[in-house]
């Protein structure tokens, strides 16, 4: 099976900029799909998966900081590049501080933006393995059982088997079994190895 090209995704209402992004961003290689507007761009299942987003910071509707937070909040992890107005640089600083990863001023250099799309692609993918990562030890944190969660949180904290056992009441011998099946499930060697994942695999906290 051929790897899925990345995506970027533009969202611009002025038609004719709209149509001139989307011809220079696909000479990256990559599918250039273009939104008229922040609902159909926030609309299309498709952009899920996006490498990179170009957006505008002033649209009809929906504006360029509202879908930033849209994305957000649909745990859309896609790096977004704004481009602005030469009035905008308080709204683009704005859009940093939400996670932008660049805003570029109209009329901006065409090379410029390919380079920061390059870019931008290059920490999506990135980002797109590390969310995977994170899914999969999450899936794997899910199967353990109440008892085999005690024990894990006590190996993380560094607890040798006996001092687990005497904090949960059990045996010694019980508390090898639970490791030995939290480790399988974990499919990990090592309590390094258990730490690193059990950190990928609880949720992220707002910063």
Do not use: W, Y
Request: glycine share 6%; with cysteine; hydrophobic share 45%.
């Amino acid at each position: 099976m051929m790897p899925k090209r990345d995506m970027v995704c533009i969202v611009e209402d002025d038609p004719v900029v709209r149509q001139s992004l989307t011809m220079l961003i696909a000479t990256l290689g990559v599918e250039a799909r273009a939104h008229a507007s922040g609902r159909a761009f926030l609309d299309d299942a498709d952009c899920r998966a996006a490498s990179c987003v170009v957006l505008d910071v002033r649209m009809p509707g929906l504006g360029g900081l509202e879908v930033q937070a849209r994305m957000a909040e649909l745990g859309m992890t896609a790096p977004v590049i704004f481009i602005t107005g030469h009035g905008d640089v308080p709204l683009a600083v704005e859009a940093m501080r939400g996670g932008a990863v660049d805003f570029l001023q109209k009329p901006f250099d065409n090379q410029a933006l390919l380079e920061r799309v390059r870019q931008a692609i290059e920490r999506g993918r990135d980002l797109r393995v590390e969310a995977q990562q994170r899914d999969a030890a999450a899936a794997r944190l899910a199967r353990l059982s109440p008892r085999e969660r005690e024990v894990l949180e006590l190996l993380v904290l560094g607890r040798m088997n006996k001092a687990i056992a005497a904090e949960l009441g059990i045996s010694a011998k019980t508390v090898e079994d639970h490791r030995a099946s939290v480790m399988r499930k974990m499919q990990v060697r090592s309590v390094a190895e258990l730490v690193r994942l059990v950190a990928d695999g609880r949720p992220r906290t707002a910063q």
